[in-house]
């Protein structure tokens, strides 16, 4: 059975840094284009950041290009998001989601499998 798991979630101040982790099982992960989405109380989930499949090429969504990255370890089946210089604005819940398809996309539709979810807080 296909299985996405998200951890690192947490508490941290302005300024700090997380590393979420996305264990994959029941698929091979090589085989999926893989995002990190996220969804703050009372707004839409949003994309974060993709990859491809051989982790080759990347997309950041604006706010976050240059404090988060995105990486993938297929032989662990692993997909990780490190995050720096967290602000209170990126306080939400993180998802990380599989993409049958090559080419990435904005519509979570076009994810098939999707984590529970990890919190992110960002406050002081």
């Known amino acids: 059975q296909e299985r996405l798991q998200e951890s690192g979630g947490g508490l941290v101040q302005p300024g700090g840094s997380l590393r979420l982790s996305c264990a994959v099982s029941g698929l091979s992960l090589s085989t999926y284009t893989m995002g990190w989405w996220r969804q703050a109380p009372g707004k839409e989930r949003e994309v974060v950041a993709h990859?491809?499949?051989?982790?080759?090429?990347?997309y950041y969504t604006t706010p976050v290009k240059g404090r988060f990255t995105i990486s993938r370890d297929n032989a662990k089946n692993t997909l990780y998001l490190r995050m720096d210089n967290l602000q209170p604005e990126d306080t939400a819940v993180y998802y990380c989601?599989?993409?049958?398809?090559?080419?990435?996309?904005?519509?979570?539709?076009?994810?098939?499998?999707w984590g529970q979810g990890t919190q992110v807080t960002v406050s002081s």
């Open positions: 989601a599989a993409r049958t398809q090559s080419s990435p996309t904005f519509n979570p539709a076009g994810y098939k499998y």
């Open positions: 990859i491809s499949r051989d982790g080759g090429t990347t």
